[in-house]
């Protein structure tokens, strides 16, 4: 079964960097796209990044040049790291895994695997 665990966030000043890490379990990156989202109460869920099966990165633009999707096969885990944080960068991060494609072009389907999230808070 697929089992995604988020971890990393927390809070952090403007400018400051967090990195979060997903640890999955029954997920294989070879056939699957992985991403990061993240939502704020009230607003819609917002891509942030991904990355396909062939290590093809995608990001949202509020988040080019600043965020680092990665990810360690043999530990089987995600990573996000951000830096240069803005306050409206704070939000609940979901990790997410998808065998399906359209995740990579933040297009999840309803088969998509998502984590419980964590909370990423950047103060000013």
């Known amino acids: 079964q697929v089992q995604l665990v988020e971890s990393g966030g927390g809070l952090a000043q403007a400018g400051g960097s967090l990195r979060l890490s997903c640890a999955a379990s029954g997920v294989t990156f070879s056939t699957y796209c992985m991403g990061w989202f993240r939502q704020v109460p009230g607003k819609e869920r917002e891509g942030v990044a991904s990355?396909?099966?062939?290590?093809?990165?995608t990001y949202g633009e509020s988040v080019k040049g600043r965020f680092t999707i990665s990810q360690d096969n043999a530990k089987n885990t995600l990573y996000l790291q951000m830096n240069s944080l803005r306050p409206e960068d704070t939000a609940m991060y979901y990790c997410?895994?998808?065998?399906?494609?359209?995740?990579?072009?933040?297009?999840?389907?309803?088969?998509?695997?998502w984590g419980q999230g964590t909370q990423v808070t950047v103060s000013s």
């Open positions: 997410a895994a998808d065998s399906r494609a359209g995740l990579c072009f933040f297009q999840p389907t309803t088969s998509a695997h």
């Open positions: 990355i396909s099966p062939y290590g093809r990165t």
